[in-house]
């Protein structure tokens, strides 16, 4: 039985639960209290010494990392397939979910940490910077998706990375340009998966 370490709100435990969706495995969640720093207990940094969810037991093997365990998930249980076939493909997805991880995750965070506070406490300015930032993360996808349905053909793990937070750009007080019509219809078409859909985003 495949376990997960997760917190519900956490965009990369969402990452890992949209895989498991995908490939229709059954698994135990494992809810870890973040707020009470249950992630800081002797025996979860024995799973993760990182302190950090989610973490993946499937048998004996242990995973954490949710890129990490993404790719071996995918490797694990190959159908439906969530990386391409060659290998400039795979290198491809790769790039995408790195260029989501350092470029679109983090001012997506700050964003929605800022919003969170009574505005008073807000730093505006930072907030509007950032929110810049993700647009023009917007804008670079837009390329990426020229001619195709997702970010490297085939829905991936590439796409799987921007999900949590691209279902959430209104929360984040972002507006997709109207000129980016391939990004707007690469969201329609996330929105459309039951694999999303399941996150209640």
């Known amino acids: 039985m495949i376990r997960l370490y997760d917190y519900p709100d956490c965009p990369f435990c969402q990452k890992v639960r949209i895989v498991l969706a995908e490939k229709d495995l059954e698994y135990e969640r494992v809810h870890v209290d973040l707020h009470k720093g249950e992630q800081k207990s002797p025996e979860f940094l024995k799973l993760n010494p990182y302190g950090k969810v ?12 949710s890129t990490i365990i993404n790719e071996y998930l995918d490797e694990e249980y190959p159908n439906p397939p969530l990386m391409p076939e060659d290998s400039a493909g795979r290198a491809r997805a790769r790039q995408l979910e790195d260029f989501c991880d ?85 969201i329609g078409r996330l929105r459309e998966r039951p694999s999303v859909r399941g996150l209640g985003l």
């Open 54 to 65: 989610p973490v993946l037991i499937d048998e004996d093997v242990v995973v954490y990392d």
């Open 102 to 186: 350092n470029s679109f995750m983090p001012p997506a965070g700050f964003v929605l940490a800022e919003l969170h506070k009574p505005e008073a406490e807000r730093d505006a300015e930072r907030v509007r910077r950032y929110q810049a930032e993700i647009g023009r993360v917007l804008g670079r996808l837009e390329g990426a998706l020229d001619g195709k349905p997702f970010l490297v053909g085939e829905f991936s793990l590439a796409d799987v990375a921007f999900v949590p937070r691209v279902m959430v750009l209104g929360q984040l007080g972002v507006e997709v340009d109207p000129r980016l019509h391939n990004v707007a219809a690469w």
